[in-house]
C-alpha cells in the first residue's frame, strides 16, 4: 500500500490480503471524490464474490494460530497500533477532513480518542478472567463437580464500518475483535474507505500477523448480501442504517450480530429545567458536524411554560454556529456527505414548514451544505418529527406535561438514546425509567461514551451491547469445562 501523502491524494489503493496489499483481481475501481470540492482522492478495489471467499479463506485459516496467541501478545500489539495512530494524527485527520468533511478539531479528536479506545481494549482484555464455580453451591449440586468457565473466540468477524466515523467506528469493532482471538474481514463504507484502510494499514505496521485482518472493498449491490450469508462468517458487527441493518439481521439468519444503527434521539426540557444549560447542550448536540451523528439530538420536546425562552435562547447559538468548508476556517456546520443526502435533509424542512412549521432559523441550502436549521411548531403530522435527518435541522415539538413528552418520545420507531433536562431529580428517574431507549442522558446531550460505558439501542436503533468490555464479550463465548472428582 502506497503511503497517503496529502500532497498526493489522487492514489490507488489496494486490498489487505494475507499481510500483503495486492491488486484487485477484478481490475475494477470505485472513484472516491472528496464532498468538499469533488477533487478524486483515490481509488479503492470494486471486488468480485471471488475475492470476497479468498479474504474469508485467508481469515479461517489464520484464525487457528492467532487463537491461540496469548492475551499480551495480543495486547502489544493493540498499544502499537494505537501509538502509530497518534504518531499519524496530522495525516490521519487531513485525510479525514478531506473524505468525510469534518472540520480540523472533530477530525484530530477521533484520531486521539480511537487510540484511546485501542489502548483501553487491551487493558481490559487483559483483566478479563473466568471463573471456577463449585458443584454444592446449589441446591443438589455435589463437592465432587467444579466448572472451569472461559471465553472462547467466535472465529471470522464480519465488520462493517459507517461514513461518518470511519477510523473511530472501525476500531471499536476490530481492536476488540482481535483482542478476543478473531479474525477480522474489514469492510469499510465506500465513503470513507480510505480512511479506513489507511487504519487496516496501522493495524498491520503495528504487527497484525497475516490475515488476522483482511480487507474487502466494493459496491453493497454486488457484494453486500454476499458476504453477510456466508457460510464462514461467525459474526458481523455492523454500523449503519435501520434499514441495511434489518436486511442483514432477515438475511444472516443464524448468524449473531452487533449492531448500532438509526436514532431519533429526544431531548426532554421540563419546566423547571436549567435552560442556559439545555441549550448549550442541545445545539452541542444537534448541530455537532452537521447533525451527521447516530446519537445526534434530533428533536427538542419542551414544555409549554418555557417553549417560547428555551427557542429564544437557541436560536441565538444556532445564528452563531459558523458553516463553511473545513479547509478554509474552523466550522461548526460543515457539507453533507454528498448531494442526496442534503435534498433529503431540504425536503423535510420544506415538509415542516408546509405543513405549519415556524422557520426560526436557517432552511438554505447550497449543493450538499445545510445551513443550521431550527424549526418551532412542529406536530406529529410532519416528517420531521420521525425521520432521522442526518442534517443539521432541529425541530421543536411543544408538549404540555411529562407524560405527553414520553408518550411522544416512545412512538419513534428508534430508540437509541434521549435527554432529560431538569433539576428535579425524582422526575428525571421517572421518565428515564419510562423511555424505550438504551441510554438516558440527564442533564447533557446525547452521546456515546466514555467508551468503556454500555452503548446500545433498542427497538429499530440496534441490537447487542457496545462498549469495550461489552464489544469483547460479545465477539466471544462462554466455554465450560466441569471436572468431575472421583468420589
Known amino acids: 500500500m502506497k503511503e497517503i501523502y496529502l500532497n498526493d491524494l489522487n492514489i490507488e489503493l489496494k486490498k489487505l490480503l494475507n499481510g500483503k496489499w495486492i491488486e484487485s483481481d477484478s481490475d475494477t475501481?470505485?472513484?472516491?471524490?472528496?464532498?468538499?470540492?469533488?477533487?478524486?482522492?483515490?481509488?479503492?478495489?470494486?471486488?468480485?464474490?471471488?475475492?470476497?471467499?479468498?479474504?474469508?479463506?485467508?481469515?479461517?485459516?489464520?484464525?487457528?494460530?492467532?487463537k491461540l496467541t496469548n492475551i499480551f501478545e495480543r495486547s502489544e500489539i493493540l498499544y502499537k497500533a494505537a501509538d502509530i495512530l497518534e504518531e499519524k494524527i496530522d495525516e490521519l485527520s487531513e485525510l479525514l477532513i478531506m473524505e468525510v468533511a469534518k472540520d480540523r478539531e472533530s477530525a484530530r479528536s477521533e484520531v486521539n480518542r480511537t487510540a484511546d479506545f485501542i489502548r483501553f481494549t487491551a487493558d481490559t482484555a487483559k483483566n478479563m478472567q473466568g471463573e471456577i464455580l463449585q458443584g454444592d453451591s446449589f441446591k443438589g449440586g455435589t463437592k465432587d463437580k467444579i466448572a472451569m468457565v472461559t471465553r472462547e473466540p467466535l472465529g471470522v468477524v464480519l465488520a462493517i464500518s459507517p461514513f461518518n466515523y470511519p477510523?473511530?467506528?472501525?476500531?471499536?469493532?476490530?481492536?476488540?475483535?482481535?483482542?478476543?482471538?478473531?479474525?477480522?474481514?474489514?469492510?469499510?463504507?465506500?465513503?470513507?474507505?480510505?480512511?479506513?484502510?489507511?487504519?487496516?494499514?496501522?493495524?498491520?505496521?503495528?504487527?497484525?500477523?497475516?490475515?488476522?485482518?483482511?480487507?474487502i472493498t466494493g459496491?453493497?449491490?454486488?457484494?453486500?448480501?454476499?458476504?453477510?450469508?456466508?457460510?464462514?462468517?461467525?459474526?458481523?458487527?455492523?454500523?449503519?442504517?435501520?434499514?441495511?441493518?434489518?436486511?442483514?439481521?432477515?438475511?444472516?439468519?443464524?448468524?449473531?450480530t452487533l449492531m448500532e444503527l438509526g436514532g431519533k434521539d429526544a431531548a426532554i426540557v421540563l419546566k423547571d429545567a436549567d435552560l442556559d444549560l439545555a441549550a448549550k447542550n442541545i445545539v452541542a448536540g444537534a448541530y455537532s458536524y452537521s447533525g451527521q451523528r447516530c446519537t445526534a439530538i434530533k428533536r427538542v420536546l419542551v414544555e409549554n411554560e418555557v417553549a417560547d425562552k428555551l427557542v429564544e435562547k437557541l436560536k441565538e447559538k444556532v445564528e452563531k454556529l459558523v458553516v463553511g468548508n473545513p479547509l478554509e476556517k474552523q466550522v461548526d456546520i460543515v457539507p453533507?456527505?454528498?448531494?442526496?443526502?442534503?435534498?433529503?435533509?431540504?425536503?423535510?424542512?420544506?415538509?415542516?414548514?408546509?405543513?405549519?412549521?415556524?422557520?426560526?432559523?436557517?432552511?438554505?441550502?447550497?449543493?450538499?451544505?445545510?445551513?443550521?436549521?431550527?424549526?418551532?411548531?412542529?406536530?406529529?403530522?410532519?416528517?420531521?418529527?420521525?425521520?432521522?435527518?442526518?442534517?443539521?435541522?432541529?425541530?421543536?415539538?411543544?408538549?404540555?406535561?411529562?407524560?405527553?413528552?414520553?408518550?411522544?418520545?416512545?412512538?419513534?420507531?428508534?430508540?437509541l438514546q434521549s435527554s432529560v433536562f431538569t433539576e428535579n431529580i425524582n422526575d428525571a428517574f421517572y421518565i428515564a425509567g419510562k423511555l424505550e431507549v438504551g441510554t438516558v442522558q440527564v442533564n447533557n446531550k446525547t452521546e456515546r461514551g466514555p467508551d468503556h460505558f454500555p452503548f446500545l439501542g433498542v427497538k429499530n436503533s440496534g441490537i447487542g451491547v457496545q462498549g469495550i468490555r461489552y464489544s469483547i464479550e460479545a465477539m466471544s463465548r462462554v466455554k465450560s469445562t466441569v471436572i468431575n472428582l472421583r468420589k
Open 336 to 415: 453533507l456527505i454528498d448531494n442526496k443526502s442534503a435534498l433529503f435533509v431540504e425536503g423535510l424542512i420544506e415538509d415542516a414548514i408546509k405543513k405549519g412549521g415556524k422557520l426560526i432559523v436557517g432552511g438554505k441550502r447550497e449543493e450538499n451544505i445545510v445551513y443550521p436549521t431550527l424549526i418551532d411548531n412542529v406536530n406529529e403530522k410532519m416528517e420531521l418529527a420521525w425521520e432521522e435527518p442526518f442534517g443539521p435541522v432541529l425541530p421543536i415539538l411543544r408538549v404540555n406535561n411529562i407524560e405527553e413528552a414520553i408518550e411522544i418520545a416512545n412512538k419513534s420507531q428508534y430508540g
Open 29 to 66: 475501481y470505485i472513484d472516491i471524490h472528496s464532498p468538499l470540492n469533488n477533487s478524486l482522492l483515490g481509488k479503492v478495489p470494486a471486488m468480485s464474490k471471488e475475492e470476497v471467499d479468498l479474504a474469508i479463506e485467508s481469515c479461517k485459516e489464520a484464525q487457528k494460530k492467532w
Open 219 to 256: 459496491k453493497g449491490s454486488e457484494i453486500g448480501d454476499y458476504v453477510v450469508t456466508h457460510p464462514d462468517i461467525d459474526f458481523i458487527n455492523f454500523t449503519g442504517s435501520s434499514e441495511i441493518g434489518a436486511r442483514i439481521s432477515q438475511i444472516s439468519k443464524m448468524t449473531p
Open 167 to 215: 477510523v473511530n467506528l472501525a476500531a471499536s469493532k476490530i481492536a476488540p475483535a482481535i483482542i478476543g482471538g478473531n479474525t477480522v474481514i474489514f469492510k469499510p463504507a465506500t465513503q470513507g474507505s480510505l480512511s479506513g484502510l489507511y487504519l487496516a494499514n496501522i493495524f498491520q505496521k503495528a504487527g497484525v500477523p497475516a490475515g488476522v485482518i483482511n480487507t
